[in-house]
């Protein structure tokens, strides 16, 4: 029997799992979060293996280690804009990335 004032049948769809937890009680911790040192490490790892395995003769590999070396120069591109958006001196900057800051701006400054 349903309660007075229910609404009709609730539907779920046959991919949705139906849990018994409460919500209400249940903590909700936030993920780990994935981007960090060690994840920066962990790609280094593997575009070093991908480097040295063109090294010992995958010429086809090489035009994937190129498109790497490309990813990595945008996704510098886009911290060092969204840094200077955030107030980042070119002298921080250029000091995280072992360079002054006139070459940081040189570099990064007019894109």
Same mark, same amino acid.
């Given at each position: 029997?349903?309660?007075? %004032?229910?609404? %009709? +049948? @609730? #539907?779920?769809?046959?991919?949705?799992?139906?849990?018994?937890?409460?919500? %209400?009680?249940?903590? #909700?911790?936030?993920? +780990?979060?994935?981007?960090?040192?060690?994840? =920066?490490?962990?790609?280094?790892?593997?575009?070093? =293996?991908?480097? /040295?395995?063109?090294?010992?003769?995958?010429?086809?590999?090489?035009?994937?280690?190129? =498109? !790497?070396d490309?990813?990595? $120069?945008?996704?510098?591109? @886009?911290?060092?804009? &969204? !840094?200077?958006?955030a107030?980042?001196?070119?002298? =921080?900057? &250029?000091?995280? !990335? &072992? @360079?002054? /800051?006139? *070459? *940081? #701006? $040189?570099?990064?400054?007019?894109?």
């Amino acid at each position: 029997m349903r309660p007075s %004032g229910a609404a %009709g +049948p @609730t #539907h779920h769809l046959p991919c949705e799992r139906r849990s018994d937890v409460n919500d %209400g009680l249940t903590i #909700h911790r936030l993920r +780990p979060v994935v981007e960090n040192d060690e994840f =920066a490490g962990f790609v280094r790892r593997v575009v070093t =293996a991908h480097g /040295r395995r063109v090294s010992s003769g995958d010429v086809e590999g090489l035009r994937d280690l190129a =498109a !790497l070396d490309r990813a990595v $120069q945008d996704a510098t591109r @886009t911290a060092v804009r &969204g !840094l200077r958006s955030a107030g980042f001196s070119w002298s =921080a900057i &250029g000091r995280q !990335l &072992g @360079t002054t /800051r006139q *070459a *940081a #701006h $040189q570099r990064w400054g007019g894109e």
